[in-house]
């Protein structure tokens, strides 16, 4: 089963505009983490959080976490063609949990 | 090597044919997960081991599906009599021990079955 939902499920726009995509879950966590996967391949991890975080940077990606409303939010900046890649939040169960959980994704497009 | 790897990439099954698909974890990881993709969902967790014990298989959908770690290195996973509805990518995953939490996984670029 599925912890969460991303929202949109695909997102088109050009290149150098901003892209946000958002996560909701549904059980408390310790940490949540987005993943890229470009088409064909394995999922590459972008970042992690932590329920105690609320806001991180890395690079042109910005993740921001609200545990009240069970949600999270990846902003990548300055968008690149190559940025073109379905994007997944994850989820651990909370209580010490290895596994994560994965939502459903956004597929991104960058148009040049 | 310096990643996870997976092989094989591609595997055409005949329904009712036993599968083997095997990973090969980043070397020190505790922690080897599975996990089943179909196409244009997200991963969907299958098992899970650390070191060489099953501590979750609460994901595997049948028990057709049987995965082993016997030296807490490389993992296979079995799918007997294998079904259309198998066909997915097979992915693994691996991690270092994070006690209290999940940590960064590393995923292999993952087996494509088809079952015919």
């Known amino acids: 089963s599925q912890q969460g939902e991303e929202d949109p499920q695909a997102l088109s726009i050009q290149e150098g505009e901003n892209a946000t995509m958002n996560c909701s879950y549904k059980t408390s966590i310790n940490n949540l983490q987005w993943y890229r996967q470009n088409s064909g391949r394995g999922l590459v991890h972008l970042i992690l959080?932590?329920?105690?975080?609320r806001e991180k940077h890395s690079g042109r990606l910005r993740v921001t976490l609200d545990t009240s409303k069970k949600s999270s939010s990846l902003l990548i900046t300055a968008s690149r063609a190559a940025d073109t890649a379905s994007y997944f939040c994850?989820?651990?169960?909370?209580?010490?949990?290895?596994?994560?959980?994965f939502g459903q994704g956004t597929r991104l497009t960058i148009n040049p | 090597g310096a990643g996870v790897s997976q092989s094989p990439r591609y595997k055409v099954a005949k329904r009712g044919q036993d599968v083997a698909l095997r990973c090969d974890p980043i070397s020190g990881h505790v922690s080897l997960f599975w996990y089943q993709q179909a196409l244009g969902q997200g991963p969907e967790f299958l098992t899970y081991?650390?070191?060489?014990?099953?501590?979750?298989k609460s994901g595997l959908p049948s028990d057709r599906f049987f995965a082993e770690r016997p030296e807490g290195s490389v993992s296979t996973l079995k799918i007997q009599r294998t079904q259309q509805e198998d066909s997915a990518v097979y992915l693994c995953?691996?991690?270092?021990?994070?006690?209290?939490?999940?940590?960064?996984?590393?995923f292999g670029e993952g087996s494509r079955l088809t079952v015919l």
């Open positions: 081991f650390q070191n060489e014990a099953q501590l979750d």
């Open positions: 994850a989820t651990d169960a909370g209580q010490g949990a290895q596994k994560l959980v």
């Open positions: 959080i932590r329920s105690n975080e």
């Open positions: 995953a691996s991690s270092a021990w994070t006690p209290g939490a999940a940590g960064e996984l590393f």
